[in-house]
C-alpha cells in the first residue's frame, strides 16, 4: 500500500479521449454526496418503545472545488468561455486510487482574485451536470496465489502451467520456463516438453502479468526431476 498524492487529484476538460489538466491548482476537492430522505416509521407493535431512525439515500452530488494560480493557455480559455456563457462541458476527475468520473459540468462557481503585488489567482466548483460514468482505476497485477504444473516431468510429455491467482486490472501472461532454476532457450509459451537434456533436473515456470499499470513475476514450484520416456 502506498500514501497517494493529492496533487494528482486532478480535473481534465475538452471533449472523451482528448482532455487536458486545469493547470496552476494549488488546492483540490472532490466530494461524493447523497441526500438523507427519512423513512422513519413508528413501531406499529410497540409504540411506545424507541423508534429507530431508517432512511435512504436520495438526490446525489458530485462536485470538484479547486483554486490556485490563474495560468493562461488554451485549456483555461475554454474554461473561461464556459464560465462567462454559463454552458455545460465535459470533464474527467481523475481521483487516485479511486478512478475517473467523466461526463458533462459546469461550473457553479467562479472567483478571480489577486493583490497588488503577485500573481492572479482563481477558485472554481464544477457540479456534475448529468449522470457520470466511473471507470475504476487499474491496480497493477500482485501475485495470491503461485503458478502451478499440471503433468508428469518426463521426457516426452507435456507440461502446462497453471497461472495462479492474481489481483488487479486485465492483465497479460508471459511464461519463462527454468530448468534447475536457469531459462531454457526458447521456453516461453504456456506448455513445454521436457527433453532429454532435461533428466534429472527439476523444472519450474515463472509467470510474468503485466497490465497499463505495471507488471508482477511469481515463480511456481518445482516439478520432481525430470524423468527418461
Known amino acids: 500500500m502506498s500514501q497517494q498524492k493529492g496533487r494528482l487529484l486532478l480535473i481534465k476538460i475538452g471533449s472523451p479521449g482528448d482532455v487536458a489538466n486545469l493547470c496552476g491548482m494549488k488546492t483540490r476537492s472532490f466530494n461524493l454526496s447523497a441526500n438523507e430522505v427519512d423513512t422513519t416509521t413508528p413501531d406499529c407493535v410497540n409504540p411506545g ?42 470533464a474527467e476527475v481523475v481521483v487516485p486510487g479511486d478512478g475517473t468520473y467523466a461526463g458533462f459540468w459546469m461550473v457553479s462557481d467562479f472567483e478571480f482574485s489577486g493583490e497588488m503585488e503577485g500573481n492572479m489567482e ?72 521436457p527433453v532429454v537434456g532435461d ?13 497499463s499499470a505495471g507488471s508482477a513475476t511469481a515463480i511456481s514450484g518445482a516439478t520432481a526431476d525430470v524423468i527418461a520416456a
Open 49 to 90: 418503545g424507541a423508534v429507530q431512525k431508517t432512511s435512504e439515500p436520495g438526490i446525489v452530488s458530485r462536485t470538484f472545488s479547486g483554486s490556485g494560480a490563474f495560468v493562461s493557455g488554451v485549456t483555461q480559455a475554454v474554461l473561461m468561455g464556459h464560465v462567462r456563457d454559463g454552458t455545460v462541458f465535459y
Open 122 to 193: 482563481f477558485s472554481a466548483t464544477f457540479s456534475a451536470a448529468g449522470p457520470l460514468v466511473f471507470t475504476g482505476e487499474v491496480a497493477a497485477p500482485v501475485n495470491a496465489l503461485l503458478p502451478s504444473i499440471a503433468g508428469v516431468a518426463q521426457v516426452g510429455q507435456t507440461l502446462t502451467v497453471n497461472v495462479g491467482n492474481w489481483t488487479g486490472g486485465a492483465m497479460v501472461f508471459t511464461y519463462q520456463w527454468k530448468l534447475a532454476g536457469v531459462d531454457i532457450s526458447g521456453a516461453t509459451n504456456a506448455t513445454y516438453d
Open 199 to 211: 533428466i534429472g533436473d527439476p523444472i519450474t515456470v515463472t509467470v510474468t502479468a503485466t497490465n
